[in-house]
């Protein structure tokens, strides 16, 4: 057995490295996984395929998101939560545990009231890699999925001025309240019913789920979200969050403390977060 001191040198070692290492065969991850690092005990994997800075600037930022709250951290590590990076030129179906993935039943609660609408012509027609390819680059839970291009805030990144990657750990943030701080979890759904009876966030995707509402929120909690505009209001920073929806403010400030930037977030605080031109009046996509 190794002694306490190996096992510290070694985590130490681990944080100092500058380049990512090959996946420890205790993860029996896939051979399609050619490198790993680790965060707050959290596995980042991706083919070779992806840079090394893309993994490291994943995982600044899941160690800003788990900074204040290390049982969160300690939960999603113990419960087997892992990360995975696509490269710009690959697919979420790339990855060997999505490759069986279908698209969306008509009655999936995820779906936006848009793609409700418009099923047909949006998910009907197209095959589950269609769907999958032009539906998202990222996705939270137990795999959760980011992407090369996302992560290091590159122009190709469909996502360009905010970063997704923050809002799909911010699912897995959750995930981890709801299994290690129900009480708290329970104020999270309380906020989250409030704003719907309120007609708050009107019609935009953070009222989807109560998941999507937490994401969403993390997003601006942490300065890297797209502006949102409704009811001649503009939602862009942490501090137009605490004046709109103090219940939701609440709720995040207990999950990640007072910090409000996370280190190699590509669009804290970037200009491009809100779209060039007349700022719009309302930013919910149009259906």
Known sequence: MRSLATLGLAALLASCATTAGSPPERLGAAPFYAKHLAAAGIPILSSQ????????????????????????????????YRVALIARDEGLLDLPENAHWTKPARDDPRLTRCERKHYDERIGAKTDREYWDER?????????????????????????????????????????????????????????????????????????????YWAEGSQFWFNSNRLQAFDGRQILNHTDLAAYDPQLYAVLEAAYGENHRLQSDPFHM???????????ENTAEVC
């Open 49 to 80: 395929r992806v840079p090394d800075a893309a993994l490291f600037a994943a995982r600044d930022m899941m160690r800003g998101m788990l900074a204040h709250r290390p049982d969160l951290a300690a939960w999603l590590a113990a419960n087997d």
């Open 136 to 212: 998202a680059r990222g996705i939270g839970g137990e795999r959760m999925a980011g992407a090369e291009e996302d992560v290091l805030g590159l122009p190709v990144s469909r996502y360009y001025g905010e970063t997704i990657f923050v809002h799909e750990f911010a699912h897995n943030v959750l995930f981890a309240i709801q299994g290690a701080d129900p009480a708290l979890y329970a104020r999270v759904e309380a906020a989250y019913a409030h704003a719907l009876a309120n007609g708050l966030w009107f019609e935009e995707y953070t009222t989807t789920t109560v998941q999507e």
């Open 270 to 280: 970037h200009p491009a977060r809100v779209p060039p031109g007349p700022l719009p």
